[in-house]
């Protein structure tokens, strides 16, 4: 793209996002201005072929869940995965 055909614009980013996308940037050799067109042109792609969202399998365990864990109770999954080890009730 021609310097001509580009727009100056400004966007407001949270600090710590402005941050990381500044040492990816420095880490690739790129500008910031190169890292956000690709990562702006990539999700408008992912969007374009209907992928809003990227899946990942996840490993399960044999026979199921494990006793006591109900997947459709998320407030009971997440005090599960928040609760300390050791046995319930101690």
Do not use: F, Q
């Amino acid at each position: 793209m021609s310097y001509a055909a580009r727009m100056r614009t400004t966007v407001r980013l949270n600090d710590e996002l402005l941050r990381e996308a500044k040492r990816a940037a420095a880490e690739s050799g790129r500008t910031l201005t190169a890292l956000i067109e690709e990562a702006l042109r990539e999700r408008l792609a992912r969007r374009a072929r209907g992928l809003t969202h990227e899946w990942i399998e996840l490993p399960a365990e044999p026979g199921g869940p494990l006793p006591g864990v109900d997947i459709d109770n998320s407030a009971a999954l997440l005090d599960l995965m928040e609760a300390p080890p050791g046995p319930p009730g101690r």
